[in-house]
């Protein structure tokens, strides 16, 4: 499978379409075939697109057609990949505790 159409199958479990424009922003290797060597890579870099990624609509209703995505679900994934790999997880609102 290449890395394109295995990230796009990753989105659309969750009911999201993603655009080249998306898959160019999340991967500069979209025509490799997906690896081991190259798995890790992959899944840190649809982390790290999941907050742009939620700045857009949850939901498009036009002429009857209507589609709308499980931002939730988007939201706990983020969350669990954040701690697998490492990342800092932007989306928490987790309490911060400061000492003056």
């Given amino acids: ?3 394109g159409d295995y990230i796009k199958q990753k989105f659309q479990t969750f009911g999201i379409q993603l655009s080249e424009a998306d898959l160019l ?3 500069l290797e979209v025509d490799d075939e997906v690896t081991e060597d190259n798995k890790l890579k992959i899944s ?3 982390a790290k697109f999941i907050p742009s990624l939620l700045l857009r609509a949850q939901s498009i ?3 009857g057609f209507s589609m709308s995505w499980n931002i939730q679900g988007v939201k706990d994934y983020y ?3 954040c701690k697998e790999y490492g990342l800092k997880d932007e989306l928490s609102n987790k309490p911060k505790v400061t000492f003056l």
Wanted: proline share 0%; no cysteine.
């Fill in 44 to 46: 840190v870099s649809i």
């Fill in 25 to 27: 922003d999340i991967s």
């Fill in 79 to 81: 969350s669990w990949a």
């Fill in 1 to 3: 499978m290449i890395v």
């Fill in 61 to 63: 209703s036009e002429s």
